[in-house]
């Protein structure tokens, strides 16, 4: 079945640093692919998507570029803040899964001051 | 634009009582909403999806009798914990998803703490 791997956490930045939180995906089918970010005690908030091969989603100085051919979704951002602290996760939907969210495992990110 | 109201955010209460959580779209209608569970320091985990007007559709290993989910408008979907016990205590959260649209909106979620 569908599925998503993320690397895992916690991964701790200084302020400033530049951030790569890898995820790659298993899809039978073209999937859309997301990135979601939950503050502590909060939902989840909708970062960014993308929903076909090349296409590359961007929110807020984060980015991620769908990458069909190593099924790959990796999010960057060049300068991370303390406010950018929280849990990220990668997701896919696809209409092979009836458009239900895969969720990876969310890796925690910390950034000192 | 999208927003998803969950309510309540917290709640305690004493085992085998029933709990009742509210999912509401405010500004959009939303044939499906999606319930999850998440325990701590882990992903969600996808409990049943509820559908406006129909029975809800439960993932494998979810009881439904123990979990009701009831879909009766566009923008509120409800989610009741019955007989509650302290193995049900956790983090719930509701999605929701403008018809015939990608991505899911999700409430702020709604901790639950059974005694």
């Known amino acids: 079945g569908d599925s998503v791997t993320q690397m895992e956490g916690p991964v701790t930045l200084s302020e400033e640093a530049f951030l790569t939180i890898n995820c790659t995906y298993t899809?039978?089918?073209?999937?859309?692919l997301f990135w979601y970010v939950q503050y502590p005690g909060e939902g989840l908030q909708l970062l960014l998507k993308?929903?076909?091969?090349?296409d590359k989603g961007s929110n807020k100085g984060f980015e991620a570029t769908y990458r069909k051919e190593t099924t790959s979704f990796h999010l960057e951002k060049g300068s991370v803040q303390v406010s950018d602290s929280a849990v990220y996760f990668c997701?896919?939907?696809?209409?092979?899964?009836?458009?239900?969210?895969?969720f990876g495992a969310g890796t925690i990110l910390r950034v000192k001051s | 634009g999208a927003v998803v109201s969950q309510h309540p955010s917290w709640v305690i209460c004493k085992s085998g009582t029933s709990v009742k959580i509210e999912c509401r779209s405010l500004d959009f209608q939303a044939t499906t909403m999606f319930w999850y569970r998440q325990f701590p320091k882990q992903s969600l985990m996808l409990m049943a999806t509820s559908n406006e007007g129909s029975k809800a559709t439960y993932e494998q290993g979810v009881e439904k009798d123990k979990f009701l989910i009831n879909h009766a408008s566009l923008t509120l979907s409800t989610l009741t914990v019955t007989s509650a016990h302290p193995e049900d205590s956790s983090f719930y959260i509701c999605?929701?998803?403008?018809?015939?649209?990608?991505?899911?909106?999700f409430g702020d979620g709604t901790r639950l703490s059974i005694l």
């Open positions: 999605s929701a998803r403008i018809t015939g649209q990608q991505p899911q909106h």
């Open positions: 993308a929903t076909k091969a090349d």
């Open positions: 997701a896919l939907s696809s209409m092979e899964y009836g458009n239900k969210l895969v």
């Open positions: 899809a039978t089918g073209y999937p859309s």
